[in-house]
């Protein structure tokens, strides 16, 4: 990144003052903004001190400061950060800007620099010995397809050669750059390709009695012509850019179904595809397939084995005389039976006619004793209570061994 700085003190006036044109001009400029935002006048107040000195010079950041109201290093930070903005003193009859990006570099920019040194200085914003021209390398200056380039103040001059070159520079040195030709300095007009045009060369009005329009071709599926112009005929430049969408379904003469019609199959589409949310609603474990089907899967006869749900019954209470009734009452009656029993006695046999889903009651029943048998309550009466609550043993004490 390069640093840019203000000119010695040497080269710098004592003092900036704009033109009587010119401070019309700056006066006009600042009534255009509201109160307040005159600051924003600083660009071109800059440029129009440059344009008059030919340089920005430290009186005339000073001036600008001054008449909008701004901290000078505010305007300072503002001419030192915009290339466009020249610090030092340059060339009075031409200041050269060379573009050096790469499609003038491709193209030659490296012979325009060194013709630049050779005729003008080696070290660029180095003015000659009388002060009429210097030069520098800029960045692109926006003709690429013109490459290359130079700027002159505010006139570009492309499609260069070393030679021609060094032709302007010494007319712009005789004071003779107002008659130099701008912009291409080789035979084409504009940016157009070089050796002419390759597409469009003729146009309407330039073949005399020639018809240059055609019939345009037929459609598709015998659809009628669409489009701009359809069904006359035009020329061939005017829809080279267009693409032939000639079928029977972009036709835009053939008509849709009504939109009545349109409504009324919209209608019957829903009334299929609509689903009551409320149906099934009752049924167990509804929306637990969140709404899919799947196959047989046996719970329905489960459900109904468990808790008796026949036809026209769906209430979810067990069967009366259901497995799963028979099984909750024999756990229930065990477990009374196993509260009301007296420690110390024998375990209660099994009935014979308990069902427990074909499971062995006897051998619940151990398990039945043998978590009650457990460490807190072995060999302690006190430890159930009438109610079935089990306590914790309480260690016995001296007082308890004498009674």
């Not at 002419?196 to 071709?217: I, K």
């Amino acid at each position: 990144m390069s640093v840019r700085r203000l000119a010695e003190e040497a080269a710098q006036p004592q003092t900036f003052a704009f033109s009587s044109d010119n401070e019309a001009w700056v006066e006009t400029l600042i009534r255009r903004y509201p109160e307040g935002r005159q600051q924003s006048a600083v660009i071109p107040m800059l440029m129009r001190a440059q344009d008059q000195d030919g340089w920005v010079t430290k009186a005339a950041i000073e001036h600008v400061a001054d008449r909008l109201s701004m901290p000078m290093i505010r305007v300072l930070e503002v001419a030192t950060f915009y290339t466009q903005f020249q610090l030092k003193p340059v060339g009075t009859r031409a200041h050269v800007q060379v573009c050096g990006t790469t499609p003038c570099m491709l193209r030659g920019s490296d012979d325009l620099k060194r013709v630049c040194r050779e005729k003008i200085h080696p070290e660029p914003l180095h003015p000659n010995a009388s002060g009429t021209l210097s030069w520098e390398e800029v960045e692109c200056l926006g003709a690429c397809v013109n490459a290359p380039m130079v700027m002159i103040f505010k006139d570009t001059y492309e499609d260069l050669t070393g030679e021609r070159l060094a032709e302007i520079i010494d007319e712009f040195e005789a004071g003779r750059g107002e008659s130099v030709r701008k912009g291409p300095q080789i035979d084409r007009h504009l940016s157009v390709p070089v050796g002419g045009l390759t597409t469009l060369t003729s146009f309407r009005d330039e073949d005399e009695g020639a018809s240059v329009s055609a019939q345009r071709p037929s459609a598709a599926n015998d659809a009628p012509p669409q489009g701009p112009g359809a069904g006359y005929a035009v020329s061939d430049e005017s829809q080279a850019a267009r693409a032939d969408t000639h079928a029977a379904e972009t036709d835009s003469s053939m008509k849709g179904p009504s939109p009545e019609a349109a409504a009324a199959a919209d209608n019957r589409a829903d009334d299929v595809a609509s689903i009551d949310p409320s149906k099934g609603a009752q049924n167990p474990g509804t929306g637990r397939e969140a709404g899919t089907r799947q196959g047989p899967t046996g719970q329905v006869e489960r459900d109904a084995a468990e808790f008796g749900e026949t036809a026209g019954n769906s209430d979810g209470e067990p069967r009366a005389d259901g497995p799963l009734k028979a099984k909750g009452a024999a756990a229930e009656d065990r477990l009374v039976q196993d509260f009301k029993r007296v420690p110390g006695d024998a375990p209660r046999a099994s009935s014979a006619t308990e069902d427990l889903g074909n499971k062995d009651a006897s051998a619940s029943g151990v398990f039945e004793e043998q978590r009650r048998n457990t460490s807190d309550t072995q060999g302690n009466p006190a430890a159930v209570s009438p109610s079935g609550a089990e306590n914790r043993s309480q260690p016995k004490t001296d007082r308890d061994t004498k009674d």
